[in-house]
């Protein structure tokens, strides 16, 4: 804000005003730094100090009056504030990913659009309908609707690394469906040091899965949105225990088809400590089976703290003592997939299977 800059503006013009500044003025100054350094060691509050708040006795309305005497132009935006000096660098870094993951996703999913500058700005709907239309995504919808058959509900479910992000991609791209992972959205939350991102972090860096009471609302709420409801979804790993799939019968919700991706766990392990993300764009890469290509992008990669031998071995027996039961829910409507073939190969069961629906 505004006022934000000012204050901090202010700060940065008083420790390196000039000379001809009195003595009084000088001892004013270091009054001021002190108050300063003090606020900010007491969080964020220090940047919006209230309109009467008083440093060593002299007001804001004062300190900017005094600037002004001494000639000295106020920064409105930050231009000569350190701060990675003040939130530190790893602060901003995650400021940056956070951003240009949601950025990303805006993007993927048609919400943004660039305008004359080159700046990201809002998408109107018609222009959102164009770029969909112009995509081919919301044709498979239009033709299904027009045949009189609802947007088609799949979930897909597999250990971690048996290829569930790459087959959720094809079916997006081909069926127009909402990918809903509760990965991407707990992750995010992580990052962004929410109470449910904390929580979620202490069982993720121990390699356990999260417990259903904190991810089990969110999907819900997240399946009762207006593009769920007009161009289907895909429940990516979700539900992962006999609860969670009793409460989303409980809510009403069905699928018609529960895909489950089989593979051993050697293979798994071998996948899984391999796997490298970039925090840029949010891809991932494996080191043996699919590693970049650019070595700028190679040397940013980033192995995810429960990407371990010994942290997946837990996530995999955790995984089996689960599965079973939730399997146990979607007989009529399951089909199990070899997933250790290629992924082509995994493809085109996938498409079989949804075309029978």
Same mark, same amino acid.
Request: proline share 4%; net charge negative; with cysteine.
């Given at each position: 804000?505004?006022?934000?800059?000012? =204050?901090?503006?202010?700060?940065?013009?008083?420790?390196?005003?000039?000379?001809?500044?009195?003595?009084?003025?000088?001892?004013?100054?270091?009054? =001021?730094?002190?108050?300063?350094?003090?606020?900010?060691?007491?969080?964020?509050?220090?940047?919006?100090?209230?309109?009467?708040?008083?440093?060593?006795?002299?007001?804001?309305?004062?300190?900017?009056?005094?600037?002004?005497?001494?000639?000295?132009?106020?920064?409105?935006?930050?231009?000569?504030?350190?701060?990675?000096?003040?939130?530190?660098?790893?602060?901003?870094?995650?400021?940056?990913?956070?951003?240009?993951?949601? $950025?990303?996703?805006?993007?993927?999913?048609?919400?943004?659009?660039?305008?004359?500058?080159?700046?990201?700005?809002?998408?109107?709907?018609?222009?959102?309908?164009?770029?969909?239309?112009?995509?081919?995504?919301?044709?498979?919808?239009?033709?299904?609707?027009?045949?009189?058959?609802?947007?088609?509900?799949?979930?897909?479910?597999?250990?971690?690394?048996?290829?569930?992000?790459?087959?959720?991609?094809?079916?997006?791209? *081909?069926?127009?469906?909402?990918?809903?992972?509760?990965?991407?959205? $707990?992750?995010?939350?992580?990052?962004?040091?929410?109470?449910?991102?904390?929580?979620?972090?202490? =069982?993720?860096?121990?390699?356990?899965?999260?417990?259903?009471?904190?991810?089990?609302?969110?999907? *819900?709420?997240?399946?009762?949105?207006?593009?769920? *409801?007009?161009?289907?979804? $895909?429940?990516?790993?979700?539900?992962?225990?006999?609860?969670?799939?009793?409460?989303?019968?409980?809510?009403?919700?069905?699928?018609?088809?529960?895909?489950?991706?089989?593979?051993?766990?050697?293979?798994?392990?071998?996948?899984?400590?391999?796997?490298?993300?970039?925090?840029?764009?949010?891809?991932?890469?494996?080191?043996?089976?699919?590693?970049?290509?650019?070595?700028?992008?190679?040397?940013?990669?980033?192995?995810?703290?429960?990407?371990?031998?010994?942290?997946?071995?837990?996530?995999?027996?955790? =995984?089996?003592?689960?599965?079973?039961?939730?399997?146990?829910?979607?007989?009529?409507?399951?089909?199990?997939?070899?997933?250790?073939?290629?992924?082509?190969?995994?493809?085109?069961?996938?498409?079989?299977?949804?075309?029978? *629906?």
């Amino acid at each position: 804000s505004k006022s934000s800059s000012r =204050f901090i503006s202010a700060f940065t013009a008083k420790v390196t005003a000039p000379d001809r500044i009195s003595n009084d003025d000088e001892m004013m100054k270091t009054g =001021f730094t002190l108050s300063v350094l003090a606020a900010l060691s007491g969080g964020a509050s220090a940047f919006t100090p209230a309109p009467t708040q008083t440093a060593w006795g002299v007001t804001k309305t004062a300190l900017h009056a005094d600037a002004v005497k001494a000639e000295m132009n106020l920064d409105e935006d930050f231009d000569d504030v350190n701060l990675v000096r003040i939130l530190g660098l790893d602060r901003i870094k995650k400021i940056q990913r956070r951003h240009k993951r949601e $950025l990303n996703d805006r993007i993927r999913n048609f919400e943004v659009v660039q305008d004359a500058d080159g700046e990201w700005i809002e998408a109107t709907p018609e222009q959102t309908a164009e770029m969909k239309a112009a995509a081919g995504v919301s044709a498979p919808a239009a033709e299904e609707s027009a045949g009189g058959k609802e947007p088609l509900k799949i979930i897909i479910a597999g250990a971690p690394a048996s290829g569930k992000g790459t087959q959720c991609e094809v079916i997006k791209e *081909k069926y127009g469906v909402v990918h809903l992972s509760t990965g991407d959205m $707990l992750r995010a939350a992580v990052a962004e040091g929410t109470e449910v991102g904390k929580q979620a972090k202490d =069982f993720m860096d121990a390699g356990k899965l999260v417990p259903d009471e904190v991810i089990i609302g969110v999907v *819900k709420d997240r399946l009762e949105q207006s593009d769920c *409801k007009s161009c289907g979804w $895909l429940l990516d790993g979700f539900p992962r225990t006999p609860a969670q799939a009793e409460a989303l019968a409980s809510a009403g919700v069905s699928a018609d088809c529960f895909l489950f991706l089989n593979v051993p766990d050697d293979m798994l392990v071998d996948r899984v400590c391999g796997r490298r993300t970039d925090p840029v764009t949010g891809k991932i890469y494996h080191m043996t089976f699919s590693p970049p290509d650019d070595e700028e992008v190679l040397a940013r990669l980033e192995q995810r703290s429960d990407d371990t031998e010994e942290k997946v071995k837990v996530r995999l027996e955790q =995984f089996h003592a689960n599965v079973d039961a939730v399997k146990g829910n979607y007989v009529e409507i399951g089909v199990e997939i070899d997933g250790s073939k290629k992924p082509g190969e995994v493809t085109e069961v996938i498409a079989a299977a949804l075309e029978a *629906k």
